[in-house]
Nanobody
Framework: VQLVESGGGLVQAGGSLRLSCVAS????????MGWFRQAPGKERNIVGH????????YYADSVKGRFTISRDNAENTVYLQMNNLKPEDTAVYYC???????????????WGQGTQVTVSS
């Protein structure tokens, strides 16, 4: 399984970015695909996840109402649209699949290489 993210960059607070994640290697029809982020010196945390099968989504409280996950089935691509960005959104963003609950936190088996998002104040 390969996951390749793109779309990161530098943006001012209040701005928007759209991250893309292209998945390859097998079919993903029954899986949950997610976005995580890791800020310097902090743990990797889930941003949100998306079910290929049902289309249902989950978002962390910190991004709810600002971030949206969507997909392009034909291109096996998942997007993370980030609006009204804040400096505290600065992190390396990772896409991952399949996402699961470990009992204590969200995790995943396969990870992309990450893309840096920096939000200036």
């Amino acid at each position: 399984v390969q996951l390749v993210e793109s779309g990161g960059g530098l943006v001012q607070a209040g701005g928007s970015l759209r991250l893309s994640c292209v998945a390859s290697g097998r079919t993903f029809g029954g899986d949950i695909m997610g976005w995580f982020r890791q800020a310097p010196g902090k743990e990797r945390n889930i941003v949100g996840h998306f079910s290929w099968n049902s289309g249902s989504t989950y978002y962390a409280d910190s991004v709810k109402g600002r971030f949206t996950i969507s997909r392009d089935n034909a291109e096996n691509t998942v997007y993370l649209q980030m609006n009204n960005l804040k400096p505290e959104d600065t992190a390396v963003y990772y896409c991952a699949i399949p996402v699961y609950w470990s009992g204590t936190h969200w995790s995943a088996r396969y990870w992309g290489q990450g893309t840096q998002v920096t939000v200036s104040s």
